[in-house]
């Protein structure tokens, strides 16, 4: 190892990369998340948001919690709520800490309805009543709010923090890091792949094919996720945080695409859509559907986000933690304005079509393929980024850059 490898922290060991469930955390302590992510806190209103189908009888004397289910919802009392009422709030200066609840939307990141619902069952307004009247807003949800809250807040002026399905692993580990390293490891990465002309993902089936997607990224300021909100401009977070981002403005070729009931496709991409789709293996109906909703709406099929993990975490079983590790990638179709691009909900055919839905390359969700290699352009300049869902030599030299 190099001298400037060897100063590299424990977790970036290659023994922690190759094993990352073996990575040691500190316990969760929500004090030291909301102050590092926060700062400040003092004097500031904090609430909770979550969503239910019946959100008016299911919030109401905190209903769900005596109920089978709810399993993000009853975390989100557990780590967040009584968390607060019992100490937090007093340890950061913080008040309220009321928890409201808003009808599901069943799709990542489609705009919310108006109305949500208090611990009294008594219906209000989230324009009126959350969003203008509380300085933070943590929404713990099912499905991520992260684009209509970015939205929001610029609209109304809080910070806030979205935690789509929270469970007890992204708890002790994605929310018990240190986000201000967090966020200076996302910046070494962010400054090894800003200003790049394209990146190529080269994706090995096992039928021993290679599939190739080039996505063109016109030397744009690549962007971070990395957990923080400091300051009093309004910003949302996504956490567990820790990603380094574009927003491709052209796109071709080939990538796999695995579906919900393990289907294999190849997915065609032509001028940064998705065009159509073919079976790999699995069932016919599953590509025929996907390949009838790109003919019905075709933005449903626009490559929106690349992203890249630059944390070293366990498997949580949930994207919102499992696409932030580091050696993983993932594409996003539909509605990217919260990143800072083009595609806006009133461009789709319908209000539910107008999601953004990541696709994560990991070994965990895809075994059936492997990233052989991504590579980006910049000038004259090509770099090796993934090898075999490992990050590379260049990578991890950035890593150890202006370090001790």
Not at 65 to 76: H, I, N, R
Not at 119 to 141: F, H, N, P
Request: proline share 4%.
């Amino acid at each position: 190892m190099s001298s400037a490898l060897a100063s590299l922290p424990d977790y970036l060991e290659e023994e922690i990369l190759l094993n990352p469930e073996n990575r040691e955390f500190p316990p969760f302590d929500l004090v030291n998340l909301l102050s590092t992510v926060f700062e400040p806190t003092e004097g500031c209103r904090v609430c909770i948001l979550t969503d239910f189908d019946e959100p008016a009888e299911l919030i109401k004397d905190f209903n769900f919690l005596k109920q089978d289910g709810f399993p993000v919802q009853k975390k989100a009392h557990e780590a967040f709520y009584e968390a607060l009422h019992g100490g937090a709030m007093k340890a950061l200066g913080m008040h309220g800490g009321e928890m409201f609840a808003y009808r599901c939307t069943h799709g990542s990141n489609l705009d919310l309805a108006d109305e949500v619902w208090n611990t009294e069952g008594r219906q209000l307004s989230l324009d009126q009543d959350i969003y203008s009247k509380y300085d933070i807003v943590l929404c713990i949800s099912t499905f991520s709010a992260t684009a209509p809250l970015t939205a929001k807040c610029k609209e109304f002026g809080f910070r806030g923090a979205t935690l789509h399905g929270l469970n007890d692993i992204i708890l002790s580990s994605g929310l018990a890091v240190n986000y201000d390293e967090v966020s200076a490891d996302a910046e070494r990465i962010r400054l090894a792949m800003t200003k790049a002309d394209s990146m190529e993902i080269d994706f090995a089936l096992e039928d021993g094919r290679i599939l190739t997607a080039w996505l063109g990224l016109s030397q744009q300021e690549a962007q971070k996720s990395h957990g923080l909100c400091k300051g009093k401009t309004p910003d949302v977070a996504n956490l567990p945080a820790g990603e380094v981002y574009f927003v491709p403005d052209d796109a071709r070729g080939h990538f796999p695409m695995k579906y919900e009931d393990g289907t294999l496709g190849v997915l065609t991409v032509e001028d940064r859509n998705i065009i159509k789709s073919e079976l790999i293996e699995g069932n016919q109906a599953t590509i025929d559907e996907h390949n009838a909703r790109l003919a019905d709406d075709p933005m449903t099929g626009t490559l929106g986000e690349l992203g890249f993990g630059t944390q070293v975490l366990p498997v949580s079983g949930a994207d919102i933690q499992d696409e932030k590790v580091l050696g993983t990638c993932h594409l996003a179709t539909g509605r990217d304005d919260h990143l800072g691009g083009d595609i806006v909900p009133d461009m789709f055919k319908k209000h539910e079509n107008s999601t953004h839905d990541d696709i994560l390359f990991a070994p965990h969700k895809t075994p059936n393929f492997n990233i052989q290699e991504v590579r980006m352009n910049r000038g004259d300049q090509q770099e090796v980024i993934i090898e075999n869902f490992r990050p590379s030599r260049y990578i991890m030299d950035a890593l150890a850059s202006d370090r001790g």
